[in-house]
């Protein structure tokens, strides 16, 4: 089983930046497309980045622009640069681990594992 551990949120004011981080089991981690996805309460987990094992990345609109993902494969960890943080964007931020298809476009498919989630805060 894939074990997640994402870190990194916290209290920001608009227009601030904070840098998520997500470390994931090695065995997975290089075979893997890897995405952000963000949840508020009572919505549903929606996705907002991913990054393929060879490196191309797809944004949801609403962050395209303002939000990074990378990743890190020497060290099993993946990124979320968050820059121009806006009130909507509070929420808990997770990483996943699935399968990422498509040759023009990115489709991406997640995988059964969660982290805990890390709590981003967006206010004055």
């Known amino acids: 089983q894939v074990q997640l551990v994402e870190s990194g949120g916290g209290l920001v004011q608009p227009g601030g930046s904070l840098r998520l981080s997500c470390a994931a089991s090695?065995?997975?981690?290089?075979?893997?497309?890897m995405a952000w996805y963000r949840q508020a309460p009572g919505k549903q987990r929606m996705l907002v980045a991913v990054?393929?094992?060879?490196?191309?990345?797809n944004y949801v609109a609403s962050v395209k622009g303002r939000f990074t993902i990378s990743r890190d494969d020497a060290k099993n960890t993946i990124f979320l640069q968050m820059n121009s943080l806006k009130p909507e964007d509070t929420t808990v931020y997770y990483c996943?681990?699935?399968?990422?298809?498509?040759?023009?476009?990115?489709?991406?498919?997640?995988?059964?594992?969660w982290g805990q989630g890390t709590q981003v805060t967006v206010s004055s």
């Open positions: 996943n681990a699935g399968v990422a298809t498509g040759t023009y476009s990115i489709t991406y498919s997640a995988g059964d594992s």
């Open positions: 090695g065995s997975i981690f290089r075979n893997n497309a």
């Open positions: 990054i393929t094992s060879g490196g191309r990345t």
